[in-house]
């Protein structure tokens, strides 16, 4: 599997970004996929994720805030990100599973899943 992440960039705090995942060699809506992110000093945080029936989680930290969708057709993946806040600053990696969950795919396992992109930096400024 090949995931390739993009929209990353620089904004001030309340600002929006969007979030893109292309994949290859794999097939979104398969198995769960999801977004970790990483900031320096602090580990790597599953932030959303995503089951193929479409059922969505969230980190407590973004609820409210970041909307993970995923486009069959088109094979991708998306996080809409709003509000942000400069803690949500880091590094933001696409992840894909590499098997069947049979339970709900919760976002804090998403540092776990098989394959992930190189990521896209996210910089929030006060």
């Known amino acids: 599997a090949r995931l390739a992440e993009s929209g990353g960039g620089s904004v001030q705090a309340g600002g929006s970004l969007t979030l893109s995942c292309a994949a290859s060699?794999?097939?979104?809506?398969?198995?769960?996929m999801g977004w970790f992110r990483q900031s320096p000093g602090k580990g790597r945080e599953g932030v959303a994720s995503?089951?193929?029936?479409?059922?969505?989680r969230y980190a407590d930290s973004v609820k409210g805030r970041f909307t993970i969708s995923q486009d069959n057709g088109a094979n991708t993946l998306s996080l809409q990100m709003k509000d942000l806040k400069p803690e949500d600053t880091g590094m933001y990696y696409c992840?894909?599973?590499?098997?069947?969950?049979?339970?709900?795919?919760?976002?804090?396992?998403?540092?776990?899943?098989?394959?992930r992109g190189q990521g896209t930096q996210v910089t929030v400024s006060s």
């Open positions: 992840a894909a599973a590499s098997r069947w969950y049979s339970g709900p795919c919760e976002a804090r396992f998403v540092i776990d899943y098989g394959f």
């Open positions: 060699e794999y097939t979104t809506g398969k198995y769960c």
């Open positions: 995503i089951k193929p029936d479409g059922s969505s």
